[in-house]
């Protein structure tokens, strides 16, 4: 198993005949512990527990934003929670959205781990098709034999940002791009000369990801193909992050990644700040 996406029965078919992944239960709820209580009362059978603001991100500050990159130190602890052993895929999902399992699927690969899938619509899809679900405290992990390699997806500075002449992408919803709408960042609006994707815009409503086709389509709307040099943020690199799976699922190259975000940029006054729908690019003929 070496996709980016696996459908449920796919993932089902692999837990019922015993097959060698890993699955990661990436739970997030906004009281302290409350995802990992939800892990316990429901996950799907050998799946452990991620813990997104822990495992998944660093300290918060203004000059590096609400999530920033975890130290690599952190990320191996949890390597050894969860077991993770070289040439043995990894799957993550979370509650239904994607956003977690996005992340976690980032930064496993940040880290080193190439065979890393999403698992498509989480635990919604897998409860909604019938497949079996178990409480506890879940199966213990096997030995760690990997080692965190940090730097294995491309990543952009402010620094980077503030020179690129490429196309920056704002995957976040159009109100907090165009500033009619922040409630989570010190300012509204978006970086000057960036345009609009929100993640929404690449999932059907039950949050599974439309095809390949439509996908490529999507950003061919926009101007973006192969060729395109792109950088990608959010407000803090969780949105992003599940665009960026999007575009690897559709076979369009990964683009660098500003993980600090609009929350980065807009802590520093100084930093310029546009309001408004932005700048449009002329649509491109995507590749099928």
């Known amino acids: 198993m070496n996709t980016t996406i696996v459908s449920p029965g796919e993932l089902a078919d692999s837990v019922y005949h015993g097959a060698p992944i890993t699955i990661l239960a990436s739970y997030w709820r906004p009281q302290v512990g409350a995802g990992h209580v939800k892990y ?63 992340r976690a699927w980032w930064i496993l690969r940040w880290a080193g781990v190439n065979q890393v899938s999403l698992l498509d619509g989480g635990m919604a899809q897998w409860e909604m098709q019938g497949h079996k679900i178990v409480g506890g405290p879940g199966n213990l992990p096997l030995p760690c034999t990997m080692r965190v390699n940090p730097g294995m997806m491309p990543v952009a500075s402010i620094e980077e940002v503030k020179d690129f002449d490429g196309i920056l992408l704002d995957t976040r919803e159009p109100d907090r791009f165009a500033g009619r709408r922040e409630i989570l960042d010190l300012k509204a609006g978006h970086i000057p000369g960036a345009i609009n994707l929100p993640n929404r815009a690449l999932l059907h ?40 799976a999007a575009m690897e699922y559709a076979g369009l190259p990964i683009p660098k990644h500003f993980i600090g975000g609009w929350s980065q940029w807009s802590a520093t006054v100084t930093n310029p700040v546009e309001i408004g729908d932005g700048r449009r690019l002329t649509p491109c003929r995507a590749s099928l």
């Open 40 to 102: 316990l009362s429901e996950h799907i059978p050998t799946a452990l527990f991620c813990d997104p603001p822990y495992a998944l991100a660093g300290i918060p500050s203004s000059t590096r934003g609400r999530n920033p990159l975890p130290d690599p130190d952190l990320v191996m602890q949890w390597f050894r929670k969860w077991g993770l052993e070289a040439g043995r895929p990894v799957v993550v999902y979370d509650e239904g959205r994607g956003l977690y399992a996005a």
């Open 205 to 244: 409503a039950n949050h599974t990801f439309r095809s390949p086709r439509e996908i490529r389509e999507t950003f061919a709307e926009i101007g973006i193909n192969e060729d395109s040099e792109v950088i990608i943020y959010s407000g803090s690199g969780n949105h992003s992050v599940q665009v960026i």
